[in-house]
């Protein structure tokens, strides 16, 4: 399924719901006060935006079974994508005005969807706004472990497959957290790079703007563009 159909209007109107009822009152804040001392920015993990959607893909050699079981269902894959969001509302390919306000106004279940990709993924995601965040090794683990944590495995070795999903070589898992307008996908992502290290929380982080706004602020990602798209040394996901 193309990510276009994704962007069916009830989902417009999720998105439009959420920046009205927010308007002036999400708290300000900043992805980042400035990269670790002394640690060397040699990682990369790509945030991709695609409409009010945001998560990340990372390299297949950065993730293993152990700590991520999951990405054994896709075995060809070069590259991984992680996104979060509501259970019923994410899964529906055309979701109606009831489920589109349950997922804005009710705190409700959550899901992983994964996407392998046997390419780069810049090829097969043209549709996609992308930022490449360096990190630091250290931050990288983290940032895997936090992913890790956000799944619902209820005590076993691996969270349950569900459904196919959106697009390519895709499915849902049960996951972590509770969905609401103050809890969206963007601020899933944020919360993952916080817990990486990476900034200083997920707060005011609502839209998909809101957290591509705040990458572009971060002076690593600065230094990057400043130094080229791949200086020297760093691993970068294509």
């Not at 075995?75 to 005005?97: C, K, M, N, Q, V």
């Not at 890790?148 to 049960?174: I, N, Q, T």
Request: hydrophobic share 40%.
């Amino acid at each position: 399924m193309s990510s276009a159909r994704r962007q069916a209007p009830s989902r417009t109107l999720l998105g439009l719901a959420c920046a009205a009822a927010l308007a002036g009152c999400a708290p300000a804040g900043r992805l980042e006060a400035g990269p670790p001392s002394g640690a060397a920015l040699t990682e990369t993990v790509r945030v991709f935006k695609g409409g009010w959607h945001t998560g990340f893909i990372l390299a297949r050699r950065d993730l293993t079974p152990e700590r991520i079981p999951e990405i054994a269902d896709f075995p060809e894959a070069t590259h991984i994508e992680f996104s979060w969001g509501d259970r019923d509302y994410y899964r529906d390919p055309e979701p109606g005005l009831g489920t589109t306000l349950s997922a804005a106004l009710t705190p409700t279940p959550a899901v992983m969807h994964i996407v392998g990709y046997a390419r780069p993924p810049g090829q097969v995601q043209s549709w996609a706004e992308t930022l490449e965040v360096p990190l630091s090794r250290e931050e990288l683990a983290r940032l895997v472990a936090a992913i890790a944590g956000s799944f619902d495995r209820r005590e076993r070795g691996r969270a349950a497959r569900l459904e196919p999903g959106l697009y390519g070589r895709s499915f849902f898992y049960p996951a972590t957290g509770r969905f609401h307008l103050f809890n969206t996908c963007n601020t899933w992502v944020a919360r993952m790079l916080a817990s990486a290290g990476v900034g200083t929380g997920a707060d005011g982080v609502i839209t998909a703007d809101d957290l591509m706004d705040r990458l572009r602020e971060m002076p690593r990602l600065a230094a990057a563009r400043a130094g080229g798209p791949a200086a020297p040394g760093r691993h970068t996901i294509r």
